[in-house]
């Protein structure tokens, strides 16, 4: 299985769903997203993002949402996500 369908389904798991539901969620948000294919396997896309560190995904996201460069910005471990300039390290981390 695809690195990037074990990381969500350990996710789920975490939340409390079942393996069996908890792959069934991962594997059709997955193909909607394009990060797998109609056969289960990774997609150019889906490998790029299963070898990206929380840190690189975090700031992929900001430059998606944002603009700019992953240069720009900053990671906040504390609740996973990017930003430029100071990092406020008071935030409580996301569950």
Do not use: C
């Amino acid at each position: 299985m695809p690195k990037i369908v074990e990381r969500l389904v350990s996710k789920l798991e975490a939340k409390g769903i079942n393996k069996s539901s908890a792959y069934a969620i991962a594997i059709s948000q997955m193909k909607k997203s394009g990060n797998i294919d109609s056969k289960g396997k990774a997609t150019s896309k889906g490998v790029a993002i299963g070898n990206m560190t929380p840190a690189e995904r975090a700031k992929d996201r900001a430059v998606k949402s944002n603009g700019g460069k992953v240069s720009d910005y900053k990671y906040n471990g504390k609740n996973n996500t990017a930003v430029k300039g100071v990092i406020n390290t008071k935030v409580k981390p996301r569950k």
